[in-house]
């Protein structure tokens, strides 16, 4: 009888799926925190700007430019925040073994002792797919958390929002 190395290790590699499924899951809840976070963002700018929206309103802007102008916002941080986390993920993958090296070094223990574990480092394999699918669920997160604080810009009605000013 023949067996391999991969059906002899079969549970691990039904760990290690696992563990990547749960990662993405974690990361995709950490990318709508963030749009979450926009979204607040956004609506506190539109009630702070109520009187703003109003003026621009009764100078001639529609409401659909007022829409525009939020959304532009909106995606731009989420576009920044999108490339600034990537590159600081990029970053972090490839000198996790030095910043690993410097917090044992700091606190004096070592994190991952050679009589406990298998492995003496943390193994990572940076993958552009990866990358790419992670910036794109964060960049479409952010533009749809845009849309509600936009739409409700745009819902703004220059009598009432100057009323009281």
Avoid: C, H
């Avoid at 549970?11 to 749009?35: C, D, V, W, Y």
């Avoid at 044992?104 to 994190?111: D, I, P, R, Y």
């Avoid at 669920?137 to 533009?143: G, H, Q």
Wanted: no cysteine; aromatic share 6%.
């Amino acid at each position: 009888r023949v067996s391999d190395w991969t059906s002899d290790n079969a549970n691990m590699f039904r760990a290690l799926k696992l563990e990547k499924t749960m990662m993405a899951i974690l990361l995709s809840l950490i990318i709508a925190m963030g749009a979450f976070n926009l979204v607040s963002s956004q609506v506190m700018l539109v009630t702070d700007k109520q009187a703003d929206i109003a003026i621009l309103r009764t100078l001639g802007l529609t409401p659909r430019g007022v829409m525009q102008v939020f959304m532009v916002q909106g995606t731009l941080i989420g576009v920044i925040g999108t490339l600034l986390g990537v590159l600081g993920g990029v970053l972090l993958t490839l000198n996790l073994d030095r910043i690993l090296g410097g917090i044992e070094a700091v606190l004096g223990v070592q994190l991952m002792p050679e009589d406990v574990y298998y492995i003496t480092g943390l193994p990572t394999q940076l993958e552009p797919s990866d990358v790419t699918i992670i910036a794109i669920v964060a960049l479409a997160m952010a533009f749809l958390a845009t849309i509600y604080p936009a739409w409700r810009a745009a819902r703004t009605a220059p009598a009432e929002a100057l009323r009281y000013e």
